[in-house]
């Protein structure tokens, strides 16, 4: 279906935002899913501050050539929904995982996270990352050592 010069720039904007805002973007298959599967989904990941949209490649492309990002031609080819991770990347990877695991349906082809490009079972990798929480109490617990010794 077409879309008109307005709605395209429309969309450009809503992308360069996210982008912008982005710690990561996680690229995904979303083919087979239905309309009420993708708002479940997208349910579940507003908890992680982590968005998801079906995008329009070209209109992606140009949002991530303006915010200075690689451009995978592997990854912006055919239909496309990118989830859109804010600070918190393990938590954002690992909720769309267990809903890939649990709706037996889609699958991250791949991610971007910074200059670099992770393709397949490289982005599922990123689930592994601490969390936030995780991270900050590492880091307490690190500064809080010395003092108990």
Known sequence: MAINRTRKIELLDIYRNQVERSSALVFTNFRGLSVSRLQSLRTRLSASDTGFMVVK??????ALKENGLPYPESLLSGPNAVAFVGEDIGAGVT???????????????????????LLGSNAEA???????????AMVLGAINAPASN
């Open 126 to 136: 990123l689930a592994d990352l601490p969390s936030k929480k995780e991270v900050l």
């Open 95 to 117: 909720s769309i995982m267990e809903w890939i695991r649990i709706e037996k349906v889609g699958e991250i082809t791949g991610a971007l996270l910074g200059q670099s490009v």
């Open 57 to 62: 490649n070209s209109l992606l492309t140009i």
